[in-house]
């Protein structure tokens, strides 16, 4: 009885050591800070989306958004409220890859995914992501934040909200009401 228990507590031993090991490979998937950016809306004062070959800019005056070389369109307030609450509010949820010859298959490589830069009001980089569309998660992003390697997926799809099309962000204004003191005189 005595070899029997001898080996039952060395292979007892030998698990415990084994899950050990288990655990701090697995903690290193897990991000250290889960949300993506640290950054308040009201800090924010210009963003850019780019996509390939398109782009487009966002600038704040500290009244009203804009289209950065476009006038004639104005920015919609619930896509402004949209993109900011749920951009800013993304986290982190796992770690996709730490090899970054497979951005293009998560898609945040530089031909297939689409980077936002967020701005301060001096036009310094507040944040920097490149996200892409998870092909294993309909509800979630693949990202890659600033000059790191690593892909992480993310607790929301933001990927949509990335869009480089004006009328996306910005719609025709209506026509002014006439102005109903004028008197037109025959």
Partial sequence: MGKNMKWLVIALAVLVVLFGISQMKQSGYESSSDQVFDIERDDVFSFNISKVEESITLNYNG??????????????????????????????????????SKWEKFNVGDSTGTRLVLMDHNGESMGDIVVG????????????????????????????QLNTSPTYWGEVP?????????VDSL
């Fill in 133 to 160: 569309r998870s092909n294993a998660e309909w509800s979630s992003s693949n990202i890659r934040v600033g000059d790191e390697v690593e892909v992480y997926q993310t607790n929301k799809n933001i990927s949509w």
């Fill in 63 to 100: 009244e009203t958004w804009s289209i950065e070389g476009n006038d004639t369109l104005v920015v919609k307030k619930n896509t402004m409220d949209s993109f900011f609450s749920n951009v800013l509010e993304v986290k982190r949820t796992s770690l996709v890859s730490k090899n970054g």
């Fill in 174 to 182: 209506p026509p002014p009401e006439p102005d109903s003191t004028s």
